[in-house]
């Protein structure tokens, strides 16, 4: 068991340089965590075609955007193992874990033969790796969020808290930088047949250099703490029962913001392709500015909401990202240029960073170290799983349903206004009571 004096010195050496160690080894396996999962969705139509074949090319596409959603039924249950393993066994453990169960997910789908070649196994496998990616995911939110937080000065948790915004902007830098490339260099026989694969085999590369760098950090002070107090460990319980108001409404904060993330930044590439016949290489370059702006803009707004108030920064973002998503899709589809989509993009990139650079130390605030992991890996996963994972589906049938191409923006709308509610609500029960 570490000593109370060794937990000193650490924190204390943290202090004196800055948690920017602790920072990149927490983000670097969120990168790769994002761009596997933003791969995915950006070759949803190759996939739905290879692996999910019908007569049908849009029963193609929701056959392949839909199993890209069954990955988020893993994510709480990610949660709940990952989040309380976290509490358990320390921020470290399950940060090495996580990553190490999203590489064999990665390694599935790249190697996986196709439904022409091994028949129904082959859409099978691919449930089966995207459900471990989902389950892989789950747990990675809350151990990193919390790994960041409590590396960190309690004045500056916004601004490295954001960081795992910020990384996740680098993971749409090179998901769509990589997919833009294979799109533009390869014909679609070559990018069908084998150019995809090239994209998921770049996160094989990545991913065991995050896993050594994780395997090589320390455990936080916070948590330390905790273990030297030698109490009965039971986080899930506790935060389902002591917390379960806090967790309900932390759900609700994270809706909007992750409804316009997905469908915005993750489902764009395909909307753009499909309904308004941009083609493949621009519609990557529209996600790779949404993902240098958010890259750039997210520990700005974390360090926003360090000077002038979480609650405040957030009510404000997402306030203006439900008003402005159906203007945008409006202008898109009056005006479907390579331009307007890059600006579009660009604006999209600046909300989604406003909105999601202070949630997590936000919802690291609402909860105490001791079940900090499983609060946080529960209460983004669940809304995730809710409102974003199941987006892109959603947002097809809206759009085939309706006949309309703005559907998506309805849809961002009606979340934004349930996340403004929730954060209003959250904010009143902090200032009247303890954390959960």
């Given at each position: 068991?570490?000593?109370?004096?060794?937990?000193?010195?650490?924190?204390?050496?943290?202090?004196?340089?800055?948690?920017?160690?602790?920072?990149?080894?927490?983000?670097?396996?969120?990168?790769?965590?994002?761009?596997?999962?933003?791969?995915?969705?950006?070759?949803?139509?190759?996939?739905?075609?290879?692996?999910?074949?019908?007569?049908?090319?849009?029963?193609?596409?929701?056959?392949?955007?839909?199993?890209?959603?069954?990955?988020?039924?893993?994510?709480?249950?990610?949660?709940?193992?990952?989040?309380?393993?976290?509490?358990?066994?320390?921020?470290?453990?399950?940060?090495?874990?996580?990553?190490?169960?999203?590489?064999?997910?990665?390694?599935?789908?790249?190697?996986?033969?196709?439904?022409?070649?091994?028949?129904?196994?082959?859409?099978?496998?691919?449930?089966?790796?995207?459900?471990?990616?989902?389950?892989?995911?789950?747990?990675?939110?809350?151990?990193?969020?919390?790994?960041?937080?409590?590396?960190?000065?309690?004045?500056?948790?916004?601004?490295?808290?954001?960081?795992?915004?910020?990384?996740?902007g680098l993971a749409t830098v090179l998901a769509a930088g990589v997919s833009a490339l294979l799109s533009y260099a390869l014909s679609d026989v070559q990018l069908n047949d084998w150019g995809w694969r090239v994209a998921f085999g770049v996160g094989l590369l990545?991913?065991?250099?995050?896993?050594?760098?994780?395997?090589?950090?320390?455990?936080?002070?916070?948590?330390?703490?905790?273990?030297?107090?030698?109490?009965?460990?039971?986080?899930?319980?506790?935060?389902?029962?002591?917390?379960?108001?806090?967790?309900?409404?932390?759900?609700?904060?994270?809706?909007?913001?992750?409804?316009?993330?997905?469908?915005?930044?993750?489902?764009?590439?395909?909307?753009?392709?499909?309904?308004?016949?941009?083609?493949?290489?621009?519609?990557?370059?529209?996600?790779?500015?949404?993902?240098?702006?958010?890259?750039?803009?997210?520990?700005?707004?974390?360090?926003?909401?360090?000077?002038?108030?979480?609650?405040?920064?957030?009510?404000?973002?997402?306030?203006?990202?439900?008003?402005?998503?159906?203007?945008?899709?409006?202008?898109?589809?009056?005006?479907?240029?390579?331009?307007?989509?890059?600006?579009?993009?660009?604006?999209?990139?600046?909300?989604?960073?406003?909105?999601?650079?202070?949630?997590?130390?936000?919802?690291?605030?609402?909860?105490?170290?001791?079940?900090?992991?499983?609060?946080?890996?529960?209460?983004?996963?669940?809304?995730?799983?809710?409102?974003?994972?199941?987006?892109?589906?959603?947002?097809?049938?809206?759009?085939?349903?309706?006949?309309?191409?703005?559907?998506?923006?309805?849809?961002?709308?009606?979340?934004?206004?349930?996340?403004?509610?929730?954060?209003?609500?959250?904010?009143?029960?902090?200032?009247?009571?303890?954390?959960?």
């Amino acid at each position: 068991m570490t000593t109370h004096a060794s937990t000193v010195h650490s924190a204390q050496a943290t202090t004196r340089r800055g948690p920017w160690k602790e920072i990149v080894a927490a983000s670097f396996g969120n990168a790769l965590e994002f761009y596997d999962l933003l791969i995915y969705g950006y070759f949803a139509v190759v996939i739905g075609k290879l692996f999910f074949p019908s007569d049908n090319e849009t029963t193609s596409l929701l056959l392949a955007v839909g199993s890209f959603g069954i990955s988020f039924l893993m994510r709480p249950l990610g949660a709940i193992v990952l989040g309380s393993y976290a509490d358990r066994a320390g921020r470290k453990a399950s940060l090495t874990l996580s990553i190490l169960i999203m590489l064999i997910g990665t390694a599935l789908i790249t190697f996986t033969p196709s439904y022409q070649q091994i028949g129904m196994a082959a859409p099978l496998l691919i449930i089966v790796a995207r459900m471990l990616q989902g389950f892989s995911t789950g747990g990675e939110f809350g151990a990193a969020t919390a790994f960041m937080v409590e590396h960190a000065d309690a004045s500056r948790r916004g601004f490295f808290a954001s960081w795992q915004l910020s990384t996740q902007g680098l993971a749409t830098v090179l998901a769509a930088g990589v997919s833009a490339l294979l799109s533009y260099a390869l014909s679609d026989v070559q990018l069908n047949d084998w150019g995809w694969r090239v994209a998921f085999g770049v996160g094989l590369l990545i991913g065991p250099v995050g896993f050594y760098i994780r395997s090589q950090i320390d455990e936080t002070p916070d948590f330390q703490k905790v273990v030297a107090k030698a109490e009965p460990k039971t986080p899930l319980r506790d935060v389902l029962i002591k917390g379960h108001v806090s967790l309900l409404l932390a759900i609700g904060v994270v809706a909007g913001a992750t409804a316009f993330n997905y469908v915005h930044k993750l489902y764009m590439p395909t909307y753009a392709l499909k309904q308004l016949q941009i083609a493949a290489t621009s519609s990557y370059l529209g996600a790779l500015v949404t993902g240098v702006t958010l890259m750039i803009m997210a520990p700005v707004f974390g360090s926003l909401s360090d000077r002038y108030g979480r609650f405040r920064v957030l009510t404000i973002a997402l306030l203006i990202t439900g008003l402005s998503s159906y203007p945008m899709f409006v202008w898109l589809n009056h005006f479907p240029s390579v331009s307007t989509l890059l600006m579009v993009q660009a604006m999209v990139g600046v909300l989604i960073a406003a909105c999601l650079g202070p949630i997590p130390a936000m919802l690291a605030d609402i909860f105490p170290t001791s079940i900090r992991g499983t609060g946080l890996a529960l209460s983004y996963n669940f809304s995730v799983t809710l409102f974003g994972g199941f987006a892109p589906l959603i947002v097809t049938w809206m759009i085939e349903a309706t006949g309309s191409k703005l559907a998506p923006s309805f849809y961002v709308v009606a979340t934004s206004l349930v996340s403004v509610i929730a954060v209003i609500l959250l904010g009143r029960r902090m200032r009247h009571s303890t954390p959960a």
